[in-house]
């Protein structure tokens, strides 16, 4: 199945202190989803935000809200989080005591659900779960910090999952996150990603460049 290219900005890589205002910006200029990094110092060694502060910014753009948790436990704040306004929460399957049941309860509150899969961590670890998920993010960096650098041992992967997913007439997107910009952006999409997260690339020159940021991630195939 033909997909959409898409465009999620991370907002970890833009300015904190307006995140409102940054997060208006960005959905102007072209942004498709919004990407938020919801790390615990735990799972990951950084600290981020939690549903307050998602909630909070809800109001500030109508877009797609992508959560992608870096958090353990997930299941105490699948609730909170949907309730913030998130539309697509993703997490990593190690995170989890049983798979299944996340997807199911994010699922049961009609939300798109993803599975994260570290540098590590080998595609056919989620293949069981392909017929209950909407989205297989395959991280291109260790998750804990924006600006890392792309690893292209990663494009393997994504090849092999767009295999499996062509094979098995599935509908899930493919998004990449960590170290994306308009240099390994064609090679990702080429791989077959559809959804390219991006925090420095889209953020990176301040407002002014928003949109020209998002022009060539999405023009880069
Ligand atoms: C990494 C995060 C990424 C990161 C992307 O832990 O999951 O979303 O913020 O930032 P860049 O594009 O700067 O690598
Ligand atoms: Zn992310």
Redesign the pocket.
């Given at each position: 199945m033909k997909k959409e290219i898409k465009i999620a900005p991370?907002i970890?890589?833009s300015n904190f202190s307006s995140l409102g205002e940054e997060i208006t910006n960005i959905s102007k200029a072209g942004a498709d989803y919004i990407?938020f990094?919801i790390?615990d110092g735990h799972f990951?060694p950084?600290l981020t935000f939690g549903p307050n502060t998602v909630k909070y910014l809800r109001k500030y753009s109508k877009k797609t809200f992508d959560v992608?948790l870096?958090i353990e436990p997930v299941d105490k704040f699948l609730i909170p989080f949907i309730k913030a306004g998130a539309d697509i929460i993703s997490f990593h399957p190690e995170t989890v005591k049983n798979v299944d049941k996340t997807i199911k309860v994010i699922k049961s509150y009609k939300k798109k659900v993803g599975l994260v899969l570290n540098p590590n961590i080998k595609e056919n670890k989620i293949f069981p779960y392909l017929n209950k998920i909407d989205l297989i993010l395959v991280?291109t960096?260790?998750?804990?910090?924006?600006?890392?650098k792309f690893m292209k041992s990663q494009i393997k992967k994504i090849e092999k999952i767009h295999e499996k997913i062509k094979k098995e007439k599935l509908n899930i997107d493919i998004e990449v996150?960590?170290?994306?910009?308009i240099s390994n952006a064609k090679k990702v999409l080429q791989a077959g990603a559809n959804i390219l997260?991006?925090?420095?690339?889209?953020f990176k020159g301040g407002k002014k460049f928003y949109k020209k940021n998002i022009y060539s991630l999405r023009k880069s195939k």
């Open positions: 991370s970890l890589a990407h990094d790390m990951v950084n992608h870096m991280m960096v260790y998750p804990g910090f924006g600006g890392q996150d960590g170290g994306i910009n997260v991006a925090g420095t690339a889209c």
